[in-house]
C-alpha cells in the first residue's frame, strides 16, 4: 500500500473513531491533523508497527486538552459572572462610589460570603484556594489529596451556587 493510501485510511479511522468519541466535525479534523503533524514531527514512521496506536494515543491526548481547554474557557465565563466577588472590598469602601452602590456591594459581598461559608468543607477549600490564592487546580488537587478532576467539581460546583445565589 501506498504512504498516501495508509495516511488516508488511517485519517478516515481517527476521524470516526474521534468523532464517536463526542468530537465535533471541524475539531475532528483538527485534532486528526495535528496529532499526524506530532508523530511527523517527533521522528515517527508509519512503516512502523505501533504506527497506528500511536497516533490514536496522539489523537485521544489532543482532543482531551480541546476539552479541558473549552472546560476552562467555560469556567472563565462563569467567573465573569460572579461580580459580587469580582469586586472586591476596594470597589466597595471606594470614594467614588454613591453610598446607594456601596451598600449593594456590600450586600451583594455578604450574600456571596454566606454562599461560600454554606458550601460543603473539600468544596469551599477548593474554590477558596483557587479563587483567593490563586492555586492551580493541581496544586490544590495536591493539598486537598483529591483528584485534578475533582477539584474541576469542587470549584465549578461553588461557582453554580453563586451564580444561583444571584439568580434567586
Known amino acids: 500500500m501506498s504512504p498516501e493510501a495508509v495516511v488516508a485510511d488511517l485519517r478516515r479511522e481517527l476521524i470516526v473513531w474521534l ?5 465535533a466535525a471541524a475539531d475532528v479534523e483538527d485534532v486528526v491533523q ?5 508523530f511527523h514531527r517527533a521522528g515517527h514512521r508509519l512503516e512502523s508497527p505501533d504506527a497506528r496506536p500511536l497516533l490514536f494515543v496522539i489523537a485521544r491526548n489532543l482532543q482531551h486538552d480541546r476539552w479541558k481547554a473549552e472546560t476552562r474557557e467555560t469556567r472563565r ?13 476596594r470597589a466597595i ?19 456571596a460570603a454566606a454562599v461560600i461559608r454554606a458550601l460543603p468543607p473539600r468544596c469551599r477549600d477548593a474554590f477558596l484556594l483557587h479563587r483567593f ?6 496544586q490544590i488537587a495536591a493539598r486537598l489529596g ?8 469542587y470549584v465549578a460546583e461553588a461557582l453554580r451556587q453563586l451564580k444561583k445565589s444571584r439568580e434567586g
Open 133 to 138: 490564592e490563586a492555586l492551580t487546580y493541581r
Open 93 to 111: 469602601a471606594s470614594e467614588a462610589s454613591p453610598a446607594d452602590d456601596r451598600l449593594i456591594q456590600r450586600q451583594n459581598l455578604a450574600a
Open 146 to 153: 483529591v483528584s485534578v478532576s475533582m477539584v474541576e467539581k
Open 77 to 89: 465565563r462563569s467567573d465573569d459572572d460572579v461580580h459580587a466577588l469580582d469586586a472586591g472590598p
Open 19 to 23: 468523532t464517536r468519541k463526542g468530537g
Open 34 to 38: 495535528d496529532a499526524f503533524l506530532r
